[in-house]
Each structure stands twice: as structure tokens, then as C-alpha cells.
């Protein structure tokens, strides 16, 4: 892994903060991974701001850490997070 690849990266997803590395955020072709394409917008404490609903992102980044979802029973959440993967184009 580069330097690059190991660089820490601060999230503000919808009001909801996250810590992970760019390989995570890069390990798939998704729109996480063409945030760093394109120019960013950034919060008051200079993390990545993302303008979506931060509750479902767990699920999202755990997705990229493992390449495994576990999917809660309840059918609201798991039509919460097909939009979301939609949206992150996973």
C-alpha cells in the first residue's frame, strides 16, 4: 500500500463522522472512490462532507472494509440502504 493509498480520511456524512483510510474508500469502483477525481467540499474542521443521511454509512464503509453486507431483517432498513448503495453506485 502507497502512502497515498494509507492516507487517514475524516468523513462528515449528513452530521455523522467517520475515520477511514482512501484504500477503503478507493477498493471499489463506486462514487466514493471518484471523490478524489473531482473537487471536494469540505466541512469547518476540513472533513470530506458528504450531503447524505450519515445513519446508513456504517453499513456502506463496512461493505468496502470486508466486501460483506449484514443485512438487518427490518425491510425499511433495507430499503434504506439499497438507495443508499444506489446513490454510492455499490
Request: glycine letters at 4%; hydrophobic letters at 30%; proline letters at 2%.
Amino acid at each position: 500500500m502507497t502512502n497515498e493509498e494509507s492516507e487517514i480520511i475524516d468523513l462528515n456524512v449528513g452530521g455523522t463522522y467517520y475515520t477511514t483510510s482512501k484504500a477503503t474508500l478507493c477498493s471499489q469502483e463506486s462514487m466514493l472512490k471518484s471523490l478524489f477525481n473531482f473537487p471536494r467540499v469540505y466541512d469547518k474542521q476540513n472533513r470530506i462532507f458528504i450531503d447524505r443521511d450519515g445513519k446508513h454509512f456504517r453499513y456502506i464503509l463496512n461493505y468496502l472494509r470486508d466486501n460483506y453486507i449484514d443485512i438487518p431483517s427490518d425491510r425499511i432498513v433495507q430499503n434504506e440502504l439499497l438507495r443508499e448503495a444506489q446513490y454510492y453506485c455499490l
